[in-house]
């Protein structure tokens, strides 16, 4: 959000920079909720149906990972009616909102970690975190920390008063300012007493709430259905990196990778997975491709033809780049046209306009070498995506073609790079 859009610079905290000035770890450039919901109707017609916004609470830091006030909204980002506002015009339009809840670590100034830090031993709150000896200070850096990030105090959520306390958290966002749902961070160190006991609470606020869990590797463990509904595809990106954009392994083995994919989680769970090419923890993948826009749409048309939910993080269809953290956390490119805006444009409404691509099967039909071909299979309709990342042209009919058949033939022109066909299928053999 801080990054996003400045809606309104009467918000915005002394030394704020302008907007799109050289991104630093610790500058500010203005973005807030008003920014966002000034911008609803931009996001709605790129395709997307849901927002995910990094922490959106009040914290000292940009990116407000460092909480010190769980329930209420950084100034710098605006007020409780500004997303009170956002979160019932964003539905008007379509778009459900996902908050995202900081329950692992908290900031160092949250008052629980300072009654700790003031009482020591005595502090009721001594057990909601993990102190290594008494007293407790930034100094010393004595406690359980993120990432050994002394502004990050670990929490433990086995304790009784912790979970309490984000449960409430968790459900009060969601009855007074119906927000659609969570995405967890570090959901991987949470509790699993916690994870059970926070979904059957969100649940019973909102029961189509899903719960999405910020987990780098397998997150089978936690999608049995009794933790989260679905995780952040990580292995999804790092595999695509790997095919499309170093090209350091061939189709086949690619294929294999996805595969484990397919096979790693059950069927509900497949089809919530977050499967992203990017976030704010990652460098920008156009980077990763050499900025080649070819390998860049070829990844993107993979992402919105798989299984499970396709994730764009801002400014990729603005064509944004970098490696370090700064520089991917940059500011969003208002004014700025390029040519992936069409193709997220494009292939996003691909895949909304047809079910197979949302609910079918996924088969491969053919991966070798540079070539790779799949097909997804829903009721009786068949849509077989074929893709060459060679320099070479490959032999296909109507290569160069998105072909359509439903009721008629209708081609529309797409990438020399692929080929998407829909078919009809005519009885369970010709699967």
């Not at 000035?21 to 203005?30: C, D, M, S, Y």
């Not at 005595?122 to 200070?137: D, E, H, I, T």
Request: charged share 25%; aromatic share 12%; proline share 5%.
């Amino acid at each position: 959000p801080e990054r996003f859009r400045n809606g309104d610079p009467s918000n915005d905290l002394p030394g704020t920079e302008r907007w799109g000035a050289p991104p630093t770890r610790e500058n500010f450039q203005g973005g807030d909720l008003r920014g966002i919901i000034e911008k609803l109707g931009y996001i709605r017609d790129l395709g997307a149906t849901c927002l995910y916004l990094t922490p959106i609470f009040k914290a000292p830091s940009n990116h407000k990972y460092d909480t010190v006030d769980y329930f209420d909204i950084d100034p710098a980002f605006g007020t409780k009616d500004d997303l009170a506002e956002l979160v019932r015009s964003a539905h008007k339009l379509g778009l459900r909102v996902l908050l995202d809840g900081v329950f692992n670590h908290c900031g160092y100034f949250w008052p629980p970690f300072q009654d700790v830090v003031r009482n020591g031993e005595s502090s009721g709150y001594a057990s909601w975190f993990f102190p290594q000896s008494f007293p407790v200070n930034e100094q010393l850096e004595n406690y359980d920390c993120v990432g050994h990030y002394k502004w990050m105090p670990k929490i433990n959520l086995a304790d009784a008063g912790a979970r309490d306390y984000f449960i409430t958290v968790g459900k009060y966002w969601i009855r007074n300012f119906h927000i659609d749902g969570w995405r967890l961070d570090v959901a991987n160190e949470l509790d699993d007493g916690f994870l059970r006991a926070f979904r059957t609470a969100v649940k019973a606020a909102k029961p189509d709430a899903v719960i999405v869990g910020e987990v780098w590797e397998n997150a089978a463990h936690y999608l049995n259905g009794d933790m989260m509904d679905s995780a952040m595809s990580y292995d999804f990106r790092r595999y695509c990196r790997r095919f499309f954009a170093e090209e350091t392994v061939d189709a086949e083995t690619f294929d294999t990778n996805v595969s484990t994919l397919l096979l790693r989680y059950r069927e509900n769970a497949l089809f919530a997975q977050l499967n992203l090419l990017d976030s704010h923890d990652v460098s920008r993948y156009l980077s990763l491709c050499g900025e080649n826009v070819d390998k860049m749409e070829l990844s993107v048309l993979l992402q919105m033809t798989f299984p499970g939910m396709p994730c764009v993080f801002y400014g990729d269809e603005k064509g944004l780049c970098g490696l370090s953290e700064s520089e991917y956390r940059q500011a969003m490119a208002w004014g700025k046209s390029h040519p992936l805006e069409d193709v997220y444009r494009r292939l996003i409404a691909l895949r909304k306009a047809h079910p197979a691509l949302r609910y079918g099967d996924f088969v491969t039909n053919f991966a070798a070498g540079k070539t790779y071909s799949y097909s997804r299979n829903w009721g009786n309709t068949r849509i077989t995506v074929t893709m060459n990342l060679g320099d070479a042209p490959i032999p296909a009919p109507q290569r160069g073609r998105l072909l359509l058949k439903k009721g008629g033939n209708h081609a529309i022109i797409g990438a020399w790079e692929y080929e998407v066909r829909e078919e009809r299928i005519h009885g369970g053999d010709d699967l």
